[in-house]
């Protein structure tokens, strides 16, 4: 079962990196098309405004399910830098991926009911298609983050995670020397 979790989260991880670097790279063209466009040929193109603006959500968040996957998402470290062994595993197992896996469902269902409702109802501006397209980002993202944060609470091993920022630093430093 361990084994079988861990190739699906492998490729999904992957998955998730590839399209975050797809739409890094298409925010990118966009602004760089626009930048030269408006400035060097003088004739401002009006589609990469919203080619960027949607490439950037897409990148967040799909990046934030990346994050989830490595524990890098944002959180306050007081608490848990106060916790040594098992009590900071069942903590990070636990209390947080737990609270990340209710958000993410939340994500799944309201996106896919929000981009039901409103998605097909409403037309982008420029490229007059449906919302959905835009919006479907939603769900799928929460889909990415509740299967990483469900690896977490079931396979997740926190016990040996470095305990705070200063043995981080000080294990930097010796590597440096």
Not at 15 to 34: D, E, G, P, S, Y
Not at 41 to 53: F, H, K, L, S, Y
Not at 82 to 110: I, P
Not at 141 to 158: E, P, Q, R, V
């Amino acid at each position: 079962m361990r084994k079988t979790a861990d190739r699906f989260i492998h490729v999904l991880e992957k998955i998730a990196i590839v399209l975050t670097t797809f739409f890094t790279i298409m925010l990118m063209v966009a602004l760089v098309w626009q930048v030269f466009s408006r400035f060097v040929i003088d004739v401002p193109a009006i589609w990469t405004e919203e080619v960027g603006r949607y490439s950037f959500i897409n990148m967040v968040l799909i990046g934030a399910a990346i994050g989830v996957k490595r524990n890098a998402h944002f959180g306050v470290t007081f608490f848990p830098d106060a916790l040594r062994g098992k009590a900071k595993d069942y903590y990070m197992r636990f209390a947080v991926n737990s609270l990340v896996l209710l958000c993410s469902l939340f994500m799944v269902y309201y996106g896919a009911v929000f981009t039901w409702r409103f998605g097909l109802t409403r037309v982008s501006p420029t490229f007059l298609t449906p919302m959905a397209y835009a919006f479907v980002i939603l769900p799928i993202s929460g889909a990415f983050m509740t299967c990483f944060a469900l690896y977490n609470i079931l396979f997740g091993d926190y016990s040996g995670q470095l305990d705070s920022v200063q043995e981080a630093i000080k294990e930097h430093e010796a590597v440096a020397e």
